[in-house]
């Protein structure tokens, strides 16, 4: 493949590098395999068709002719240019079979600028590959200089404010909301149009148990990472790597949450130890789903810090937030909050 950005002395040299003649052309219209050398995919095609065709699928994978060819013989043999190959034949079967033979697929449509395409949506702030630290800490050493930045947890925490959530509209919906967390992980969260939370044994939301993935989604959103538990269900956690969010410093682990059989990832600050973002990563038949939660704006209530502001951006793009004005501690609970609420 060509660079994008190739120079008309770039270009020259690489012709000859693929030049073949050596008597003169009977074709006054000459195709590829008639004009250079090592010609597969492009038998038949007009020679002034190649060098764009090159340019092409090199602006689609973002790399330079030297990808897929030896500087000094761009005719000689190269891995990558033979699985090329066979990625051409896939766009045109597929333009073929379903496209009528027009141009619907092209190299861009998969690779968008990537040197390998990109399998999962994945949010545009968001890493999956991480940096190495020198030097890691143990995962525990990490997880225990979060419960110490925290605190411990009262057995009852309450916060009220606003919830930003995805809308069947245009424009998502902002509406009051309350969110009570009990230290043990149970959890409500009520707004004028939706109830949902999790009893210590299911999940449910209104008036209704929840089941698989869509229990585990609002079972996320209420998570408080709270108390001596915080952690349980979460195996195999590991040190991922380091990220940078924002201007903070942050240490990744990567773990599996058993129950769900999904992957789980905590950013902790660096330097405070506290749980900055938490990524989910669930696995279908055909693909994985990435959701984000990011916490923010971190605030002592009842002698534990808590962050008063909660992120989430899920799969596709869609962001629900909660932000608190004010929270209060309480240490009494009252097991009925948490409760699916029938015929409420």
Known sequence: MLTRTISWTALAVASLSFTTISQPQQAQNPTADQVFKDIESFKGVPAKDLIPAMQFMAASLKVKCTFCHDPKDYAAPHKNKTVTRKMITIQRDINAKYFNNRLEVTCNSCHGGAEHPAGTPIPAQVNMRHPRLENPPAPQDVLQKYLKAVGKAPPLLTFTGTQTAPSE??????????????????????????????????????????????????????????????FAGLDRISVAGKEKLGKADTIVLRGLRTATGSNEELYFDAKSGLLSRFVSV????????????DYSNYKTVGGAKVPMNLSVTFAGGEV????????KASETVN????VLPRGE
Not at 335 to 338: A, E
């Open 169 to 230: 509209g245009e424009k998502p919906t902002t509406e009051t909301v309350e969110y009570i967390m009990a230290a043990d992980g149970r959890f409500r969260v009520a707004s004028p149009s939706a109830k949902f939370g999790f009893d210590g044994k299911q999940v449910w939301r209104d008036a209704y148990p929840l089941m698989d993935e869509p229990a585990a989604i609002y079972a996320r959103i209420g998570r408080s990472w709270r108390g001596d538990n915080a």
């Open 282 to 293: 669930t696995r279908s038949t055909i693909g994985m789903v990435i959701s984000v939660y």
């Open 320 to 327: 629900w937030e909660m932000k608190f004005k004010s929270g």
């Open 335 to 338: 097991d009925s909050v948490f």
